[in-house]
C-alpha cells in the first residue's frame, strides 16, 4: 500500500479481479465452516499441494504465529481444495 493506503492501480488489478474475489468468498465459508480464521485456511490449502510447498508466515504478534500454527492441524478434504482452487 502507498502511504495514504491506496493500492497501486496495476496491483490492483492483477490481483482485485472476479476469481480471486470468489477464491476470498470460498476461504471465508470455509474459515468459518471450521471455526478458524482465513488465515488458517489460506496456510492449510498451502500445505495441501501435490508439490512441496513450505509457506512463511510472520506475525507482528504472538497471537498472529500462534494462530498461523494451528493451520498444520486443518484437514482439507479434496472438495474443499476444489472449492479453494476454482473460487
Known sequence: KRSNGDVPEQLAARYANPVN????????ALAEK??????????????????????????????QVENSVKAAALSLT?????????G
Not at 34 to 52: F, M, R, T
Open 78 to 86: 479434496a472438495e474443499e481444495l476444489t472449492q479453494l482452487r476454482a
Open 21 to 28: 474475489e470468489q477464491r476470498f468468498a470460498a476461504a471465508k
Open 34 to 63: 471450521h471455526g478458524v480464521s482465513i488465515n488458517e485456511v489460506v496456510l492449510a490449502y498451502l500445505l495441501c499441494q501435490l508439490h512441496q510447498t513450505i509457506p512463511i508466515f510472520g506475525g507482528s504478534r504472538v497471537e
